[in-house]
């Protein structure tokens, strides 16, 4: 039954692989049919989505192509979190029985997803496929930090993709010395773990063989995380976006010309015109036992509406900004993304790392991390900031010797508590690199 469970596995990671490379009118057409059978599905089994579509006055017979998809009713996240598993999962499945995977709740309330065999093989395969168009390959010994260790599978104890894992509650030194032991081909961690294993091989004057692959997931990596990492672990790593109740979706091309989305596993959407940050819609078409369609993620991105020149048809996302509360917030409604900010600090060699800090509007506060040699760095930025900031804006910048990282929580670039009554829209200062 192992080897059973294998081979399928490797079949479908091969045809995810194919998909990258179909023609539009072949990936078009297998998304109809998988968003309309997972409509029917969830309308007459899911007594969450029969509810929400009744309320709406919607009925999946109303979809006929990818043209209809914004007639159907978005999912909000507090609706999800209200539901309970009785009403989230398919009628007949006992959530007791499932496999569970919990968000970190960093935002509120963790949401519970509730994950059947086959839901759990298809996320497997998500993940696998990602790495597998990075260069992965079955021999690779793979090192994972996390805050809790994943399945080992019978393959990998035969040798298969052998994989070994370091809690992300261990001391940095601990996952240092982890990488001198196993030699791994391939890292995967969030950007703040990583930022701290390359400070820390650097720190203790480490040489170790570059990995042939770098995976960075679940936080925004900043491009001085990029170049830190580049420089300690001799490899640039790869930004892969996703969520916990949605599996790993988009991730960077090689060519670094943006961000791939696995269409053959998720439809994505970007509620804004071209070129204009908007709100990250998406359906994960291989979730049965608790279906995610139209699942407004919380996250903002543009989309590129040219193809890609590396070959691969799938839809291409220009830039992800991440979660749209992690945004300085302006007096007349619009808001700072991470990018405006990076514009100007990005020209720094000094700057090891920055947060923004705003706890009223107006008010933003600039914590960096430079060397003390740094002498007048700080009135300088001050001056360049000032100069591009909207006039209302005052800012303080502040040299501390540590961005805190707090094990199992996400790395904020930016973190506000402020929201302004008349914002309407996802306007932004500052969009483009």
Known sequence: ?????????????????????????????????????LLNHAYHNVPLYRRLYKEAGYHPEEFRSLDDIGEIPILQKNRLK??????????????????VVETSGSTGTPLRIFLGATDQQWQRVVAWRILFEHGFRWTDRTLEIRMTFGRQFFVQRLGIAPKDWCSILDPPEFWAQRMVKTRPDVIVAGAGTLHALAETVQTLGLKLPAPRLIVSDSETLSPATRQLVRGALGRDPVDVYGLVELSNFAWECERRS????????????????????????????????????RYETGDLAEVETTLC??????????RIYGRRVDSVALQDGRRIFWPFFHEVLGRYDELRQWRILQDEINEVHLQIVVPNSAHGLLSKIESDFQAVLPGEVHLRVERVEAIPFSP???TRMIISKVGTANEQHPDSVGQEH
């Open 1 to 37: 039954m192992m080897l059973l469970d294998g081979w399928k596995t490797f079949r479908l990671i091969r045809q995810a692989l194919a998909s990258s490379r179909w023609s539009l009118v072949d990936l078009r057409q297998v998304q109809e049919e998988r968003i309309r059978m």
């Open 82 to 99: 209200q539901a309970s598993p009785e009403e989230a999962v398919a009628q007949g499945i006992d959530p007791r029985q499932c496999g």
């Open 258 to 293: 943006g961000f791939h989305v696995s269409a053959d596993s998720h439809i994505v959407e970007v509620a804004a015109d071209s070129g204009e940050p908007g709100p990250i819609i998406t359906t994960a078409l291989g979730m049965w036992t608790m279906p995610m369609i």
């Open 309 to 318: 020149p590396c070959g691969r048809t799938l839809p291409l996302l220009r």
């Open 408 to 410: 199992g929580e996400k």
